[in-house]
């Protein structure tokens, strides 16, 4: 998971990440920042060159990614977390908990 990259977004910068791991699922390509290979330097430094030059562009940019990660944060990120785990100890046939356990809440 990428929290340096979610912080960024939260800062609302627009990120430019590769198309791997949780840092992809993050990124929007195009929408709040770009998908890249990191070898790729011509790809790069033109998302970079587009951001430095199109400030309509890069503020759109930035609101998206200001909005995507205020879903990773306070209650309701950790309402998410909880209905998660319940979820997963409600579904489970390995006795986890002693039944009747109690559901998380936060």
Do not use: H, W
């Not at 998971?1 to 992809?24: K, N």
């Amino acid at each position: 998971f990428g929290m340096t990259v979610l912080e960024g977004m939260y800062y609302r910068l627009p990120v430019i990440v590769p198309p791997v791991g949780g840092v992809a699922e993050l990124a929007e390509d195009g929408v709040n920042g770009f998908l890249t290979d990191s070898r790729d330097i011509v790809k790069l430094a033109g998302q970079i060159r587009l951001l430095a030059t199109q400030p309509a562009r890069y503020g759109k940019m930035s609101r998206a990614s200001y909005s995507k990660a205020l879903l990773f944060t306070g209650p309701l990120f950790q309402q998410q977390i909880a209905a998660c785990l319940n979820s997963t100890v409600e579904e489970s046939t390995i006795p986890i908990l002693p039944k009747p356990y109690k559901s998380i809440s936060i």
